[in-house]
């Protein structure tokens, strides 16, 4: 089971920041925060992913808490094409076991 | 660069019928997966690679084997199809070193019947 929650969905308008929220309470120290997109009948899209420290990058920034006990994930300008199924995923850098729980719908509105 | 693709696109079988589909990549990555993907559920593993001639079960291996006899390529079979096989199937891709950053083909819709 996934071990991050998130919620079911959310809406933005379109040209506004969309800031997505994940809790990941039981990451240990060596666990990174991973980030993908699911457009609607597509694969996966990896976006970014982090440690402890913020990072940035030309799709999103993520914003991971002091504690890493939780995380936003923020779409500075969202426009229509950023609708879709947002997952936060917690793991190991390198097992490549990534485990997707059912993500938050993120619709954007004109 | 046509990055991971995946055939069959779709896909229709009988209860006991088997089939492969073929997933293959050209960015000469280390690591292969498959996942299936159950209407509005996450995606779950299946089977993955870590290298040619190397693979290990993930979070949902039963009723599925699979090959990775050269780097590029990854089979999944099912020998004997269910109806709970139903699914959409994604393969992926990605570099050692950077499992985590995985390039996912468009996906084969599988109905079994």
């Known amino acids: 089971d996934a071990k991050t929650t998130q919620p079911t969905s959310m809406d933005c308008a379109e040209g506004r920041a969309a800031n997505l929220p994940c809790n990941h309470s039981?990451?240990?120290?060596?666990?990174?925060v991973y980030w993908y997109r699911q457009i609607h009948s597509q694969g996966p899209q990896y976006i970014i992913h982090?440690?402890?420290n913020n990072e940035t990058n030309e799709m999103a920034s993520l914003i991971i808490t002091e504690d890493r006990k939780s995380s936003t994930l923020i779409l500075p300008h969202a426009t229509l094409r950023d609708t879709a199924v947002y997952y936060c995923?917690?793991?190991?850098?390198?097992?490549?076991?990534?485990?997707f729980g059912q993500g938050t719908t993120l619709q954007v509105k004109p | 660069n046509a990055g991971v693709t995946q055939t069959p696109k779709f896909r229709v079988l009988k209860t006991g019928q088997s089939m492969t589909l073929l997933c293959a990549q050209d960015?000469?990555?280390?690591?292969m997966y498959w996942y299936r993907q159950d209407p509005g559920m996450g995606l779950r593993l299946i089977h993955y690679?870590?290298?040619?001639?190397?693979?290990a079960k993930g979070e949902v291996p039963d009723g599925y084997n699979v090959s990775r006899l050269k780097k590029q390529n990854f089979l999944l079979g099912l020998e004997s199809a269910a109806p709970s096989q139903t699914s959409v199937y994604f393969c992926?891709?990605?570099?050692?070193?950077?499992?985590?950053?995985?390039?996912f083909g468009p996906g084969t819709r599988l109905t079994v019947t």
């Open positions: 992926a891709s990605s570099l050692n070193g950077r499992a985590y950053e995985q390039y």
């Open positions: 039981t990451i240990s120290g060596n666990e990174y």
């Open positions: 982090g440690l402890k």
């Open positions: 995923i917690d793991g190991s850098s390198n097992t490549g076991k990534l485990i």
């Open positions: 960015m000469n990555h280390e690591y």
């Open positions: 690679s870590v290298g040619e001639g190397t693979t």
